[in-house]
């Protein structure tokens, strides 16, 4: 272990102190002395460890190490198993990968006591060069205490810096290494290693390379995170994700004279788009590892450590040339061109599918579009595109198809041209010539004019939006209204659904009276009294008429005679003039109308023994008469 | 059912009589619709402002103006125009359209939270349910109802009173249902109140004054909760729940009887 020299220590300001001095004065000067003495005594028997204080130490396992090792900083407290590490270091030179883990040590030698704490921290350096570890801030008793940056010198690549070269220090160590044991297992070195492999190294621009991220490992990997993405600059990259279908199997390979389990993680297919030598960029990758046991008595533990890639350059060729195509456009693979109409024969303004595809292995989707489709007095609409390329055996295959829907214009015979495409084939590193078929169609019927709508039988036009725009104004009467309040903010919408309310309640209260006065046939027909007897006196108003009759004063008599029955209850047969009025002075109603009554009843009478007195009287004021004894006694009644 | 013929004879003539306009609305508004047509934004804009200052009040009427302020590249305006036009008449489905198109230009993209399955309902209930009309509807309901109450009063117990008394609890469930919606339809249209940036970019400060801190910064055409007013500044409450104090010259209204505001 490499010994750092250790830091001071910054101290917490201390509060208001709580000591006093003493006045001077002669006459406590031999209590002091005896006070000092004591104390010096009590100081000079009191074990070292505690006397001294807390120490802080802080040491690394290596002073120089590989940008792919890892380095490990112990913080040592000694004298205070309390300590707490105050914040996690950091520094732009290195990641702290683990820790920090704690452990506490107990001693008891000679019969004096003695405790540490140590905490363990892994970084993984970021660059090579002269790095310096970060200070660790340590709080111990009420200080703190920070430790001093340590300098590591970092190199390319890795030391191999394995745990299992580690010798023991002599014969008799063995505790020794124990004692010293970090709780942190070293770095697994070499047994860990993180590749990107690529294939081939030197390509056309177009063609496709195969990249894999392998891990190769000697000790049992448990877990992995992509600590930092690499990126594919200057590449059109199709990733492969190789745990979703036939994912790559564990392999034993030879790396550096070594072998190892190899377990490729990532696959990508790059296409170069430019031309020169491309450095890939790395990538770390960090493992959860699970370390020998040091000792039959110990465990295996879990580390984590962090691999960056290994360099990788390709060299990217540009295209020959000597020979190249006018309409060569960067294709470069192995294809096929082909192209079919699915009509032969079709009528003037019926449209035709025209379809041309492209298959093959390469760069396919780098074919954005066709060279133009011009046919003479033949509308071509634009292609629809469709494609099914998928990555396999380390470059893109399939096939990308552009539907034309021609609509020639008139009859005859419509020819479609051979379309010419050239692409590059990297395996013979020439150019090659493709045409597709030429075609030809019959039109039968009679000439369209091309510049109406078209609306081809069968096919079906897709419709193209050319822009956006906001709709028109409205126009209208409903342009021009005044502001009107809302219908329930009418001072009529309130009244109305009260009105509604009251008209209910009014019409219910009225429709319950008369069913309860229907149950009671005496109450009934008392109440009706007035009512009947007022209907039953314009019936004999149109009898008076005619001047009086028998008629009339019969129907007089017996509107009478009914009234006083269902108002009164009184006996029709007993009504004679001295017993009517008795009977009506004993139901309480006013004189008058009384009199009113018995006069008509004798009127009535009368004209059964003296017809012809009765002459020079009017029958309308008769029955005037009779409708005010009649109210009389209904308004005395109430 | 006279009572029912009243009530509806009533109603048609408040609205003949509210229907009457001066005819300068008349006029300011077809000489402004002429001038849209003919490409000059400025005086059909002008136009649809006289119309409303003259009295004019139409949900068309704002979505017109709304169109012309779109065209002279006012689009907090025409934001404000299109949410007046749909306040005023939910189912306006050219001013929703408009709307949704302004609001693509608009710099201040705050999505709202999500509303809930019955929160969604609900909007599309009150959306497509004019509040005046909705008060018609109940007010038949509830004449309908009382209709009900009394037919059955005078029934006598059978077939026709049970029959009776199943049509009266479907009319008691529509006016209860139709009841909660009218009045959350009244609800919202009173309770509501929104603003809408009319500036290209406006400070939201901590208080309603210059003084205090800025917050943050909305632009054009941003709507907003108002919440509060306090002596010429609106306190703004956005859809993400930042709240702050603005300028109310700089706000307009969409709840209002006068605009801006």
Same mark, same amino acid.
């Not at chain 1, 014969?171 to 124990?178: A, K, S, T």
């Given at each position: 272990m490499v010994k750092v020299p250790v830091l001071p220590g910054r101290n917490i300001p201390p509060g208001p102190s709580t000591a006093r001095s003493n006045p001077p004065g002669a006459r406590h000067a031999l209590p002091v002395a005896a006070l000092w003495l004591t104390l010096s005594l009590a100081l000079a028997m009191m074990p070292p460890a505690l006397a001294d204080g807390p120490v802080v130490r802080a040491t690394v396992d290596a002073n120089k190490i590989g940008q792919e090792d890892t380095v490990t900083l112990q913080v040592t407290v000694e004298g205070d198993t309390d300590a707490e590490i105050l914040e996690r270091p950091s520094s732009a030179d290195f990641v702290l990968v683990a820790g920090p883990s704690t452990s506490s040590q107990f001693q008891f030698v000679n019969g004096r006591a003695s405790s540490k704490k140590i905490f363990t921290f892994v970084f993984s350096p970021q660059k090579t060069g002269a790095l310096t570890l970060p200070a660790v801030k340590v709080r111990v008793g009420g200080n703190v205490q920070a430790t001093q940056p340590v300098a590591v010198e970092v190199v390319p690549g890795t030391l191999g810096r394995s745990r299992a070269a580690r010798q023991p220090r002599s014969?008799?160590?063995? &505790?020794?290494?124990? +004692?010293q044991e970090p709780q942190q297992p070293a770095d697994p070195g070499r047994d860990v290693v993180v590749r990107l492999e690529s294939s081939p190294a030197r390509v056309f621009i177009g063609q496709p390379v195969t990249v894999d991220l392998v891990i190769y490992y000697r000790v049992n990997v448990m877990g992995l995170e992509i600590e930092k993405e690499g990126k594919f600059e200057n590449f059109w990259v199709e990733s492969a994700d190789p745990g979703a279908k036939n994912p790559p199997q564990q392999s034993r390979r030879q790396l550096d004279g070594q072998v190892y389990y190899a377990q490729t993680v990532r696959q990508w297919v790059l296409f170069p788009m430019t031309a020169g030598t491309r450095?890939?960029?790395?990538?770390?990758?960090?493992? $959860?590892?699970?370390?020998?046991? #040091?000792?039959?008595?110990?465990?295996?533990?879990?580390?984590? /450590?962090?691999?960056?890639?290994?360099? /990788?350059?390709?060299?990217?060729?540009?295209?020959?040339?000597?020979?190249?195509?006018?309409?060569?456009?960067?294709?470069?693979?192995?294809?096929? &061109?082909?192209?079919?109409?699915?009509?032969?024969?079709?009528?003037?303004?019926?449209?035709?599918?025209?379809?041309?595809?492209?298959?093959?292995?390469g760069n396919l989707r780098s074919l954005s579009e066709l060279p133009p489709l011009e046919l003479d007095r033949c509308?071509?609409?634009?292609?629809?595109?469709?494609?099914?390329?998928?990555?396999?055996?380390?470059?893109?295959?399939?096939? #990308?198809?552009?539907?034309?829907?021609?609509?020639?214009? +008139?009859?005859?015979?419509?020819?479609?041209?051979?379309?010419?495409?050239?692409?590059?084939?990297?395996?013979?590193?020439?150019?090659?010539? *493709?045409?597709?078929?030429?075609?030809?169609?019959e039109v039968a019927g009679q000439a369209v004019d091309g510049a109406v709508p078209l609306s081809p039988a069968g096919v079906a036009l897709p419709l193209e939006l050319k822009g956006r725009d906001i709709r028109y104004i409205a126009t209208?009467?409903?342009?021009?209204?005044?502001?009107? *309040?809302?219908?329930? #903010?009418?001072?009529?919408?309130?009244?109305?659904?009260?009105?509604?309310?009251?008209?209910? *309640?009014?019409?219910?209260?009225?429709?319950?009276r008369r069913r309860r006065l229907r149950h009671d046939?005496?109450?009934?027909?008392? =109440?009706?009294?007035?009512?009947?007897?007022?209907?039953?006196?314009?019936?004999?108003?149109?009898?008076?008429?005619?001047?009086?009759?028998?008629?009339?004063?019969?129907? *007089?008599?017996?509107?009478?005679?009914?009234?006083?029955?269902?108002?009164?209850? $009184?006996?029709?047969?007993?009504?004679?003039?001295?017993?009517?009025?008795?009977?009506?002075?004993?139901?309480?109603?006013?004189?008058?109308?009384?009199?009113?009554?018995?006069?008509?009843?004798?009127?009535?009478?009368s004209h059964r023994y003296a017809p012809a007195a009765l002459a020079q009287q009017d029958p309308e004021t008769v029955l005037a008469t009779v409708r005010q004894v009649l109210e009389q006694l209904e308004r005395g009644q109430s | 059912m006279k009572l029912v013929r009243a009530l509806l004879l009533c109603g048609v003539i408040a609205n003949c009589l509210g229907a009457e306009t001066p005819p300068r609305i008349t006029a300011a508004v077809e000489q402004a619709n002429r001038h849209y047509g003919e490409g000059r934004f400025m005086p059909a804009y002008d136009g649809y402002r006289r119309a409303i200052e003259l009295g004019g009040y139409s949900p068309d009427l704002f979505y017109n103006l709304g169109n012309a302020a779109y065209r002279l590249g006012r689009l907090g305006e025409a934001v404000l125009c299109y949410e007046r036009t749909l306040w005023l008449d939910p189912g306006h489905g050219d001013a929703a359209f408009n709307l949704e198109h302004t609001r693509r230009l608009l710099t201040d993209k705050i999505e709202p939270p999500a509303p809930n399955l019955a929160g969604s309902a609900w909007e599309w209930a009150v959306s497509r349910v004019d509040v005046s009309a909705a008060g018609w509807i109940m007010l038949c309901l509830f004449a309908g109802l009382g209709l009900g109450l009394l037919a059955m009063s005078r029934l006598r117990l059978g077939p026709a009173r049970?029959?009776?008394?199943?049509?009266?609890?479907?009319?008691l469930a529509l006016n209860l249902a139709w009841g909660g919606l009218f009045a959350g339809l009244v609800w919202r249209r009173e309770s509501g109140r929104d603003g809408v940036v009319l500036v290209k970019s406006l400070n939201v400060? =901590?208080?309603?004054? +210059?003084?205090?801190?800025?917050?943050?910064?909305?632009?054009?055409?941003?709507?907003?909760?108002?919440? =509060?007013?306090?002596?010429?500044?609106?306190?703004?409450?956005?859809?993400?729940?930042?709240?702050?104090?603005?300028?109310?010259? +700089? /706000?307009?209204?969409?709840? =209002?009887?006068?605009?801006?505001?």
């Open positions: 014969p008799f160590d063995l &505790f020794d290494d124990y +004692e450095q890939l960029d790395p990538w770390s990758v960090k493992l $959860l590892v699970q370390a020998a046991a #040091r000792s039959f008595f110990s465990f295996d533990r879990r580390q984590v /450590v962090i691999r960056r890639t290994n360099p /990788v350059s390709i060299e990217v060729l540009d295209f020959p040339a000597a020979g190249r195509p006018a309409e060569f456009n960067g294709l470069c693979g192995r294809f096929e &061109f082909t192209a079919a109409v699915d009509k032969q024969k079709v009528p003037a303004g019926e449209g035709v599918n025209l379809k041309v595809t492209l298959s093959g292995e509308k071509v609409y634009t292609p629809k595109t469709r494609e099914d390329i998928r990555l396999a055996g380390g470059t893109l295959r399939g096939s #990308r198809a552009w539907e034309f829907i021609l609509v020639p214009l +008139e009859p005859g015979t419509l020819r479609v041209p051979a379309l010419p495409l050239a692409y590059f084939d990297p395996a013979a590193g020439a150019y090659r010539r *493709l045409a597709s078929p030429p075609l030809s169609v209208g009467a409903s342009l021009w209204r005044t502001r009107k *309040l809302p219908v329930y #903010r009418q001072p009529w919408f309130g009244a109305a659904f009260a009105g509604i309310l009251l008209a209910t *309640l009014a019409v219910g209260a009225w429709d319950e046939a005496r109450e009934w027909a008392r =109440s009706r009294a007035a009512v009947q007897a007022r209907r039953a006196l314009k019936g004999c108003a149109r009898l008076g008429r005619k001047g009086f009759s028998d008629a009339f004063f019969q129907e *007089l008599y017996r509107i009478l005679q009914d009234y006083l029955e269902s108002r009164y209850g $009184l006996n029709r047969i007993a009504l004679t003039g001295a017993g009517l009025r008795q009977s009506l002075a004993g139901a309480g109603l006013p004189e008058e109308p009384v009199e009113g009554l018995i006069q008509l009843y004798q009127l009535c009478e | 049970q029959r009776a008394a199943g049509i009266l609890g479907i009319l400060r =901590s208080g309603p004054s +210059e003084e205090n801190p800025v917050l943050f910064t909305v632009h054009e055409g941003l709507k907003a909760g108002v919440v =509060s007013q306090v002596q010429g500044w609106d306190q703004v409450l956005l859809p993400n729940g930042w709240n702050g104090w603005v300028p109310a010259a +700089e /706000v307009g209204l969409v709840q =209002s009887e006068g605009y801006p505001r």
